[in-house]
């Protein structure tokens, strides 16, 4: 279950999208939409299991996401796919029918990466010096 802070939720609701950068690596991240459903942080993959993307996150299950100067060390789940009519909904609601659309597409929902705060970025709000 994600304990994201208020602060942090505050953030991603005022937020348009993410960065996230999966692993370990230093290559930059990919810059994605999300939606936050019953306080849970949701990425899709809308070019479904075969993102390159979502591959690592499948491989490697952590990382970062960067919201504007905040960064936040990350863990991602790739085994729950979450409450997927909510997500389309959320999606939906959020970025339009149109894009809605295309992340509430089977291979999209097949590709979902529910994101959780590390146990260390719970505790800790001020933003990243990286």
């Given amino acids: 279950m994600t304990n994201w802070t208020p602060e942090d939720l505050a953030l991603l ?48 299950s952590h990382g970062q996401i960067r919201v504007g100067a905040v960064t936040r060390d990350v863990l991602l789940e790739t085994g729950d796919t979450g409450p997927a009519h909510e997500m389309d909904a ?24 529910r994101i959780d705060p590390t146990p260390s970025a719970r505790r800790d709000c001020s933003p990243s010096r990286r």
């Fill in 13 to 60: 609701t005022g937020s348009e999208s993410l960065v996230l950068t999966v692993g370990d690596d230093a290559r930059p991240g990919v810059e994605i939409g999300m939606v936050l459903v019953r306080g849970e942080l949701y990425v899709r993959a809308y070019r479904g299991v075969r993102s390159r993307w979502y591959q690592a996150a499948q491989k490697h």
């Fill in 90 to 113: 959320a999606y939906r609601s959020k970025y339009g029918q149109a894009a809605g659309a295309l992340v509430a597409s089977p291979a999209a929902q097949a590709a979902t990466i």
